[in-house]
């Protein structure tokens, strides 16, 4: 299985610009997506494609990368983005990060 | 308007069964796979597999091989997950989501709570 490491937490203050980082554990080349889920609510696609603004998502987020290490930043963050951020790559069948905690200060 | 609908949260005991379903709607149902994804309490997101939407074949990732079960009402535009003898550590949310040919899933059901207890 392809493992993907995420940092479980990041607090940052509104208006900052903030990466959240994932490594895949082999190359996924540019095959990650990145989801927002906010507390009991269902995930909602945010990049797919490491790099591509899902419809309807702000600019504020963008995604690069490829190979094994891909960062998803939100520039500026606002209040409503206080969510769990999971990356997943579909290289290798489908897994999904751990999961990165976003609060805002 | 896309939607997938999921059905509502069930209540069981260790050893039961349980099907629960999810209504696709506003797309024609069998162009997109469907996957199904675990999330138990506090923790992050599981994929558990796939069912393809045209042939009704099913295919789970390592953990979910015994016990679930995937299947389609195509005329109905639904998929279903069952899960046979129940244990403690299956009480979690389940989505369904739909999957584009980008291999990305860009739909998601509401989620299902299960809770499992004696």
């Known amino acids: 299985d392809t493992v993907l490491t995420q940092s479980p937490a990041l607090a940052v203050s509104p208006g900052e610009r903030v990466t959240i980082s994932c490594r895949a554990s082999?190359?996924?080349?540019?095959?990650m997506h990145w989801y927002q889920q906010k507390p009991g609510q269902q995930p909602t696609l945010l990049i797919y494609?490491?790099?591509n603004l899902e419809s309807g998502v702000p600019a504020r987020f963008s995604g690069s990368g490829s190979g094994t290490d891909f960062t998803l930043t939100i520039d500026p963050v606002e209040a409503d983005d206080t969510a769990t951020y999971y990356c997943?790559?579909?290289?290798?069948?489908?897994?999904f990060g751990g999961g990165t905690k976003l609060e805002l200060k | 308007q896309i939607q997938l609908v999921q059905s509502g949260p069930e209540l069981k005991k260790p050893g039961e069964s349980l099907k629960i379903s999810c209504k696709a709607s506003?797309?024609?149902?069998?162009?997109?796979?469907m996957q199904w994804v675990k999330q138990a309490p506090g923790k992050g997101l599981q994929y558990m597999g796939w069912?393809?939407?045209?042939?009704?074949?099913?295919t789970y990732a390592d953990d979910f091989k015994e016990r679930f079960v995937f299947s389609l009402e195509t005329s109905a535009s639904t998929a279903y997950l069952q899960i046979n003898n129940l244990k403690n550590e299956d009480t979690a949310t389940y989505f369904c989501?739909?999957?584009?040919?980008?291999?990305?899933?860009?739909?998601w059901g509401q989620g299902v709570m299960v809770t499992v207890s004696s």
């Open positions: 997943q790559q579909s290289w290798n069948d489908w897994t």
């Open positions: 069912i393809n939407t045209q042939t009704g074949k099913p």
């Open positions: 494609l490491a790099s």
């Open positions: 506003g797309y024609t149902f069998t162009d997109y796979a």
């Open positions: 989501a739909r999957r584009t040919l980008r291999r990305v899933f860009d739909y």
């Open positions: 082999e190359s996924v080349s540019t095959l």
